[in-house]
């Protein structure tokens, strides 16, 4: 089975601030991993995955994550956030190979104040 | 346009009233899927689908139904709705790994 931890329940940061949102994972298989955003009153919007090859994957809107197997964590990062990156970020991952579930973390919102 | 649509987007309704979510895909996917979001939960997964006829159960199946007849929809049934399920959800498609997911769908059981 598979687990999600998002480190930050809540993210405060102001305008061009960089930020770091936490994700660490449990699995006893090889997963492939995810983050998705929620802009308000949207649904989910993938922002970048890692499959394999290049531990560090860059997503859309200027975020990149690292992919750390020895301590299964899969932070997201971006130098200089905007007001428009306001939104809830969720950690996810699936068994690789193919079809399955997604299991999500309970998300990290994100503030960014001006 | 490649989309994953939900109705309705909105939905109050009371205790014990049966109603139906509907999804639909026109990606020609294989794979679909019902989420619940929570907060402080994020999401987890209701039901999935692998195929036309094919439906498991998710992490959170109770209180819930669904069908799968043609490739494209993949409704939610509550046919007993409960406080407890009021919640927002999300539909999903995807080929492989990838999912796709609706707009959700806001439910309120009073």
């Keep these: ?114 | 346009e490649a989309q994953v649509t939900q109705n309705p987007r909105y939905l109050i309704t009371v205790t014990g009233k049966k109603l139906t979510v509907t999804c639909s895909q026109n990606m020609n996917h294989e794979y679909m899927s019902w989420y619940r979001q929570d907060p402080g939960l994020g999401l987890r997964q209701i039901y999935y689908s692998m195929n036309v006829e094919v439906t498991d159960k998710g992490d959170v199946p109770e209180g819930y139904k669904v069908s799968r007849k043609e490739k494209r929809n993949f409704p939610l049934i509550l046919e007993s709705p409960s406080p407890n399920q009021t919640s927002l959800y999300f539909c999903a498609s995807s080929l492989s790994y990838e999912q796709y997911f609706g707009p959700g769908t806001r439910l309120t059981v009073t």
């Design chain 1, 1 to 114: 089975a598979q687990s999600v931890t998002q480190l930050d329940s809540q993210v405060p940061v102001f305008e061009e601030a960089p930020v770091e949102l936490r994700c660490n994972y449990s699995s006893s298989v090889s997963v492939y991993l995810f983050w998705y955003v929620q802009y308000p009153n949207q649904g989910l919007q993938l922002l970048l995955k890692y499959l394999s090859g290049s531990t560090l994957v860059k997503g859309i809107n200027g975020f990149e994550a690292e992919f750390n197997k020895s301590q299964t964590s899969f932070h997201l990062r971006k130098p200089s956030v905007h007001i428009s990156d306001t939104a809830e970020y969720f950690c996810a991952v699936t068994p690789s190979g193919g079809y399955n579930k997604l299991i999500f973390g309970a998300g990290t919102r994100l503030a960014v104040h001006p």
